[in-house]
Structures are given as structure tokens and as C-alpha cells.
């Protein structure tokens, strides 16, 4: 059905406009516009929080962190699941919320409502099942014990291209286990945040455990929580350069922190791929998010042999897709979050085609109110061009050929960045081979999306420090305790 005006009204209104801290809201000093990437008009606006805001949510997040910690696992798992389920009910308000504020189409909102709330579903199960262990010292004279502890308050900022999964990625192993939480999600898009803090209020969680702060002024907010000694944990999914800040930032406290930076992830055709298929591929792992995603593909990598059906199928599916507001039916594309956003992606496809990159499809903006790129397909792009170096962060599809597997490989590892790659073979022995050799965190064989909730998120090289998910995403949280028994 069609989203109505009186329905964007309603949903909009369903958001406190305040600051969530110590269970309460709260004004602070000034406004924040709310854009709407669509029409580039005002949405809302909420609270602009101040360094003192900040710190006042730290004080909650303090204040509640010993109760937190002694609650008992299994009512921990239950606030989250609740949470999960609050979450999933909800899935049309949230979607349509993020897609007034970000952009991305509504189906793709509305799949980020179901991957972000399943953070809470796995979190809740692996609450109960944090362990120690005990073991006879070599010596046989002393028992050793580990045990698993909170590691306390921590603070985490979260970008705004997935404006719900970020925050229940990190929401969801710091409660669950026994962390307090202060949380700064990116100025563009703060409302899914607010409205997440409702839910989990709802499910349970007590006041100050987690806490909410809106700001245009990060590193302002930001910086005296990180100098506080209280803080113990830093965790931040954004850009590198930002990372690297925070980074400098936490060692005066010497802080634990995870960090899911950017990325630059090469995407391998070999010689013997399913086309069908790595098309497919490559669509998925292109157009997620509008290619707003630090798993986007952003540089192809084909086999001479291929190059140019790939190229002219890819341009095919990347001409069909429908751009427009992603509240209307059947839009495939939404606007990139802001007009900074389309000035980026037009500098690097100007650059690569002033190189020698030749366009097929696509190429500029879209005429008209907000900010819409067309999706774009380059080939003959140089590796020297500025793009193979930086992150698209838009719907731009740079294909260049390579002759043989090392020098895919080589193209592949040319980067300071290492979060993911993608490679599309038939041939188990190179699919393991490349993927040994590949420098990143994680690579998806013949598939287009990794990300998995029950699967470690992270990457190496300048993407970053830590996993997000799995089995270890909750290990970011404890401390290794040990305790030495003499009998």
C-alpha cells in the first residue's frame, strides 16, 4: 500500500525528540534537523546534545553498570528477546522511519529490521552461555580458574547507513553481557535510535543501562566520555580516518575497543564463474544500500576472458533498476543521505573517466530535488584511479581485468583496507587458495552478502580492531579473569 502523508506524520510523531538518559528524556540546549534525503526538506528535529549531556548519560551508564552486571543471565536473555520480538512487530514503523531518514528503499528497510533485531535474538542465547574454566596447574599444586567478567560501561557511535543494525550489533553483546551502554548514533539519522531506546525500555532493560545522545558535535561529546577513566569500552563503526582519532583518543585510558572501519572490497570473476551467478553477485553486493555499505564491492576485478558479457550484463541489470523516494512502490534505488554524498561519488567517476574509464551506463546525478545518483557501471578503469583507492559509498560499478589468479590476487591486496572480499569460481581448490590469500576479515565464495549475525563481522588492515557477531562479538565485552587456588 502506499505510504500516506497522515501515516509519515503518525510514525514521525511516535519518536521522542529528547535525550533517552538514565531511563528518562530529557531537552538539551539546542535543535537538530532531521533531512530527508528524498526532497532534501525537513523531516523533524530533535535534541542537539552537548559535551555535558554526554558526560550526564555516562553518569548513568556508571551509576547502573554493578546492578547490570549481577543481573542474572538468563533475565538479561530475556529483555533481549523481548526486545526481539518488540522489534519484529514493529518492522513496518522502523522501516518506514529509516527510510524517511536515510533513503534506502522500504524492502531493504524493512530487511534491516529483520537482520538488525536478529542481533538481539543470538545475543539473548549466547547471554547464558559465557564460561570460564578450571584446569590443574602443570606443577599439580594449584588449581587455575578463569572466569568471564564485564568489561563496564561502554560508549558506542554508530554510523548512519544502517541506522538500526549498527546499534543492535553492538547493543546486543554489551547487555548481554552485563555492560551498561551510552550511545551516539550519526547526526543524519537519529531517529531509528530514539525509537529503538523505546523498545528496549519496553522489553525491560532498567533505566540507565542503555543510553541515548543525539549531537551534531561528535568529537565534542564524544571526547571528554573517552577521557573519562570510568569508561571502559570504545566501540565505533564508521570511517578510518575517524577511527584512527578515537583510537589515539582511547589509549590515555587505555581502553578496549572494536572498530569497524572502512572498507575497499575487491570483487574476483575468475575465468571459469558462473556468470549467471556472479552477476547476481554482483548486484547484491553492489546495490545493497544503495551501495552506501562498507561491504559494498567496490572495485571488479574480471578475467579478460569475461569482462566484457559481465560488463554488458551488469550494465543491463544496473540501467533497469527503478531510482526514486524509497517510500514508493517498486523503487529499487533511494537518494544517497545527503548532497556531500553525490558530490563524492561525481568526483571519483569524473576522475576515473578523465584516467581512461569508459561509462556505460549511468555516469551523473539525477535531475531534480534530493539526492539521487544514477547507478553507474565503468570499465577500463586504471587501478590508479582515485576510486580504487577510496570507498564509492554509492551506486558506482568500477570493472577492470586481470590476466591471471596472482595478479587478482595482487589487485585484490592492493589496499591499506581489508574488510571483505568476494570471489566467483567453480573450482574448490582456487576458492580456498584465493581465499587464503585474499587480506581481509572476511570473504564471501560465490555469494554477494556476508553479514550474518551468527557469523564474526570484522576486518584487518585499516578496516578495523574486533569482530562483531558470532560466537566472539560478546568476547568484546568480557574481561578474562583468573584466580589461582593453592591447596
Partial sequence: MPVTAARIDEVLASVPSGLFIGGRWSAGRGDLPVEDPATGSVLTSVTDAGPEDGLRALDAAVAAQPAWAATEPRARAEMLRRAFELLVARTEEFALLMTLEMGKPLAEARGEVAYGAEFFRWFSEEAVRVRGSWSVAPSGGTRLLTMKQPVGPVYAITPWNFPLAMGTRKIGPALAAGCTVVMKPAAQTPLTMLALAQVLAEAGVPDGVINVVTTTRSGEVSAPIIADPRLRKLTFTGSTAVGRTLIGQSAQQVLRTSM????????????DADLDRAVDGAMLAKMRNIGEACTA??????????????SRRLAERMQALHVGPGIEEGVQVGPLVDAGAVRKVSELVDDAVQSGARVVTGGTPVDGSGHFYAPTVLTDVPPTADMFGEEIFGPVAPITTFASDDEAVLLANDTEYGLVSYLFTRDLSRALTVSEALQTGMVGVNQGIVSNPAAPFGGVKASGLGREGGAEGIDEYLETKYVGISL
Fill in 260 to 271: 569497524e572501519l572502512g572498507g575497499n572490497a575487491p570483487f574476483l570473476v575468475f575465468a
Fill in 297 to 310: 564491492a567496490n572495485r571488479f576485478l574480471v578475467h579478460e576472458s569475461l569482462a566484457p558479457e559481465f
